[in-house]
């Protein structure tokens, strides 16, 4: 399996709080992903990188923000957290920005915003 | 952005051989179909993708016609630890701009 580690794998959080969630890789991958998924709707893409400091919207950025400072580190924040907000996150890498490059997902961090 | 349409769930006996279609119609021309199986408390994993034709591997094989609308995947002889769900995903492609939608999903259950 691919090399993604993300952390924390569990957070309970109170609404207003800031949360950060943090995706490792070892696979000097490119690209990585932040996604949700919640029942019904299955995997959106919150934000997106396409190198070191380099990032970009996906489907339901509101509410978020990411950073990259590094190759193998990507970090999403909840600068204010809400209880829609609670949900799995999943991170992924690629290597490369076509749909012919398949991501590789981490086991998700599990957020619940009381 | 080409949109899929799965069924919502499937049901099948352990030894029999499944195959779960999507439908993409509006694919782009250097979209590939790629496929992902997820279990409960794990992130997607990666199955099989293609672009046209027939692909197999040692898992599933995935099955592309001609005008690429839609794709089948097929679980040979399929067992309890095959119950998951699988996701059909058709990307965007291009250098700067990256856009992936996953629909949600067809809920495999094997019985016994």
């Known amino acids: 399996d691919a090399g993604i580690t993300q952390s924390p794998r569990h957070k309970v959080t109170e609404t207003g709080t800031p949360v950060t969630l943090r995706c490792h890789q070892t696979?000097?991958?490119?690209?990585m992903y932040w996604y949700r998924q919640d029942p019904g709707h299955g995997l959106r893409l919150i934000h997106y990188?396409?190198?070191?400091?380099?990032?970009d919207k996906g489907e339901v950025s509101d509410g978020y923000s990411v950073s990259r400072s590094k190759t193998e580190d990507f970090l999403l924040t909840l600068e204010s957290a809400t209880s829609s907000q609670t949900s799995v996150y999943f991170c992924a890498i690629s290597q490369g920005t076509g749909s012919d490059q398949p991501q590789h997902f981490g086991d998700g961090t599990r957020l619940s915003i009381l | 952005l080409a949109k899929t349409t799965q069924p919502i769930s499937m049901d099948s006996y352990e030894g029999q051989e499944v195959n779960i279609t999507c439908s993409h119609n509006?694919?782009?021309?250097?979209?590939?179909i790629t496929w992902y199986q997820q279990f409960p408390s794990q992130g997607p994993r990666f199955i099989i993708q293609?672009?046209?034709t027939k692909v197999t591997n040692e898992v599933a094989s995935l099955f592309i016609p001609a005008d690429r609308k839609s794709s089948t995947l097929s679980l040979p002889r399929v067992s309890l630890s095959d119950t998951a769900v699988y996701y059909c995903l058709v990307g965007a492609a291009g250098a700067g701009s990256y856009q992936l939608t996953f629909g949600k999903g067809t809920k495999l259950s094997v019985i016994p």
């Open positions: 509006n694919i782009a021309t250097n979209d590939y």
């Open positions: 990188s396409y190198g070191v400091k380099d990032t």
């Open positions: 293609g672009y046209k």
């Open positions: 696979e000097n991958h490119r690209y």
